[in-house]
């Protein structure tokens, strides 16, 4: 008798073969520059269930360009392990070839001219055919979305995220979890769910002053496909009014809640369930946890933390798989469950290539028809890129779209040091690139974007440094909220991730002077996405926008001033 | 990241705290008043669960909740506090249900701990992490 682990265990390995497989042809087909349609979508579908998986759009209606993370360190248990893998060791460890169109997607190395060659990635009407090529296949699949959805974009600010459920809604999901959309405040977040035509759910999105499950919310739905009863539980991000700003959307309370969470999974199952996925929105290492506690979840659809791989990690009987951000990924997931249980999966990351995906005309139409009224503003060109200046921000510090917010703050609000949040998303602009109004959006885009300009002693600075840090790199990962480093200006310091909090920040430097940071003295700091109330001070688009004008062509020194430790 | 008043209360609290701390030597300690809770005796672990948040939405007001199956006594404690002392929940002999929550004040990052006295006089400990952060930089 084979027993499920066996199952799980033969099916891995052979889900493993399969995905180097479907993975192997990127890169043979970009050796015949032969990627196409067809070969990407390529899928042997597979036992009863599919599942499509999409997360943390922010907003991206239209193809961008994504550079991965060149550092991504992991701490404690993760250290070494994937999502904390990157670049040419990502490759190894997945057979992918240099220069491959994989390593364009999944890599950051030659990132300028590999996107020559393949393009721009994403846009949701590519994304729409992907879907509507899966349910041909497979009529009742499921399409889920992990939230991170209304948010991210000049058109979704002005529309209060209607020009992203438009769209999303003509995609026809089955249910959504949360993040961002929060930031829209309670009263159009509640507005839209009440209206939303699939299920909004958050086992972990409680009444705030009862602490109580909410009836907007609910914890989970069934699901009748390929002749499976399947359960899909939702879970939120677990750390909202911490990570932004609670005020906004006071009613509410989110935490991990993994007890309930439990009792959510037996309950279904009690139910009949016969298939237990989780729709999540808790960040990678976070879900690992999660599936390392919680009994009797098949399926984690992770989001959050932006982390795209080509297979899905398992832990114990569980599968997690995560799905890239901005719209750059779509994961397909087939699964055959027999007698109430999983026996075998498999998966692929389907990269959306936007020059080789062909756009559905239809949403095409709908995404145009959301932009129209704006189109004047957002195509207007600030500014451009120099020949060898790309802007990125995706890793754990300072990008070069993070070191040019800075610049601005540092300029603009006449400030010593500048402080940007370690926000995950953010398309790239390539060099030579013009920058238009809509791309300075895309990176700052929120509800809470004001440019203030504050006092801080150096004392003060180096609480909030080691603050952050330990969100990123305390080593349970319970503790962590999912976001990088605060990106800083004119400030240098050295981190050493393996120490404490309190411990971790040390060489505290001015730059423009080169002295060391005086733990008693006042500097002039100028920074955004204030989580506090009545924070005043320009919107930071527009301090981002003054000083691209007056710079014109963009080329930033770089930028050394972080040294990192432990590694 | 971001700088909240809260924080700067905290900020100053945990400071007048660190300072005190010679002075107040001769004051109840945490382990004085599980040591006093408990007349010394060992403690273990069993028929007892501490259900906190891993990080606090609002340190001013963080739920918590404790049940077990035997216990007739509970007592709480928020170790980092000036004042550890949260609350003693005792059951009678016909509970139905004894488990109690309530909202504790934390002074910062700090250890929750709960004892339990259980009926048969032995006594049991849970005990939760929670972090009070600055916030703020959510991917």
């Known amino acids: 008798m084979i027993s499920r682990r066996d199952f799980m265990q033969t099916s891995m390995a052979t889900a493993a073969i399969y995905g180097s497989t479907g993975f192997g042809n990127w890169a043979r087909l970009a050796a015949q520059q032969a990627l196409t349609q067809d070969k990407l979508l390529e899928f042997d579908t597979f036992g009863n269930v599919s599942l499509i998986h999409i997360t943390d759009i922010h907003a991206q209606l239209k193809p961008i360009y994504f550079r991965e993370p060149e550092i991504n360190i992991g701490v404690g248990d993760n250290k070494g392990v994937v999502p904390h893998v990157t670049g040419a060791d990502f490759r190894k460890l997945y057979g992918i070839n240099d220069g491959s169109p994989s390593a364009y997607v999944l890599s950051y190395e030659d990132f300028s001219a590999l996107a020559k060659t393949y393009g721009r990635v994403g846009g949701l009407d590519r994304v729409a055919t992907v879907i509507n090529s899966i349910r041909s296949e497979r009529p009742d699949a499921l399409l889920l979305d992990g939230g991170d959805t209304w948010h991210g974009s000049y058109t979704c600010y002005h529309t209060e995220g209607q020009d992203m459920v438009n769209v999303m809604n003509a995609l026809k999901p089955d249910a959504m979890t949360f993040h961002w959309e929060f930031t829209l405040g309670s009263d159009r977040v509640n507005e839209i769910v009440e209206g939303l035509p699939f299920a909004a759910l958050g086992q972990n999105i409680f009444d705030a002053e009862w602490d109580e499950p909410t009836e907007l919310f609910p914890p989970y739905k069934f699901y009748e496909s390929g002749g499976v009863k399947i359960a899909v539980i939702g879970q939120a991000f677990p750390y909202m009014p911490i990570a932004n700003p609670g005020w906004m959307f006071p009613e509410y309370s989110f935490g991990i809640r993994d007890e309930r969470m439990q009792e959510m999974v037996n309950e279904v199952r009690s139910k009949g369930a016969e298939l237990v996925v989780c729709l999540s929105h808790n960040g990678f290492d976070v879900d690992k946890q999660m599936a390392g506690t919680v009994e009797g979840i098949d399926v984690i659809l992770s989001g959050h933390t932006h982390d795209a791989l080509p297979e899905p990690v398992l832990v114990g009987e569980t599968i997690i798989v995560a799905s890239g951000s901005n719209g750059k990924f779509v994961s397909r997931v087939d699964l055959n469950v027999q007698n109430g249980r999983m026996m075998g999966f498999r998966h692929k990351l389907i990269p959306i290539f936007s020059d080789v995906i062909t756009p559905d005309k239809s949403i095409t139409a709908l995404i145009d028809e959301q932009r129209a009224p704006y189109l004047d503003a957002l195509t207007e060109v600030i500014g451009k890129t120099g020949d060898d200046q790309l802007l990125y921000r995706r890793g754990n510090f300072n990008g070069t779209w993070d070191d040019l917010i800075c610049d601005a703050l540092i300029s603009e609000r006449d400030a010593d040091i500048a402080l940007s949040p370690g926000v995950r998303w953010g398309p790239s602009i390539l060099p030579g690139q013009d920058i238009t109004r809509e791309d300075i959006w895309n990176v700052t885009s929120m509800t809470y974007g004001e440019a203030y300009r504050t006092e801080m002693t150096g004392e003060f600075l180096h609480i909030v440094l080691e603050d952050v840090a330990d969100n990123l790199f305390n080593p349970n990962p319970y503790y962590q909220q999912g976001g990088d480093m605060v990106r800083v200006g004119g400030l240098g310091y050295r981190i050493d991730v393996t120490k404490p909090q309190g411990s971790r920040i040390t060489d505290m430097t001015l730059l423009k002077t080169g002295e060391k940071i005086d733990p008693s003295k006042t500097y002039q700091v100028a920074g955004w996405a204030s989580v506090n109330e009545d924070t005043e001070g320009p919107a930071i688009w527009d301090v981002v926008e003054a000083h691209i004008a007056k710079q014109g062509v963009i080329s930033l020194d770089p930028n050394n001033s972080v040294k990192v430790v432990g590694a | ?139």
């Open chain 2, 1 to 139: 990241m971001e700088l909240t008043r809260r924080s700067a209360i905290l900020l100053g609290a945990s400071a007048i705290f660190v300072a005190g701390l010679p002075k107040i030597g001769a004051a109840a300690t945490g382990d004085d008043l599980i040591a006093e809770f408990t007349g010394g005796a060992e403690v273990g672990e069993g028929d007892l669960k501490l259900v906190a948040p891993e990080i606090a939405e609002n340190g001013n007001t963080v739920p918590i909740e404790v049940s077990s199956g035997s216990a007739a006594e509970i007592l709480v404690l928020a170790m980092g506090n000036p004042t550890p002392s949260v609350a003693t929940f005792k059951f009678g002999k016909l509970a139905a249900s004894r488990a109690a929550s309530t909202r504790i004040r934390l002074a910062g990052t700090q250890d929750v701990v709960a004892i339990a006295k259980l009926e048969d006089g032995s006594f049991v400990k849970a005990s939760s992490t929670v972090k009070v952060t600055i916030g703020g930089c959510g991917g």
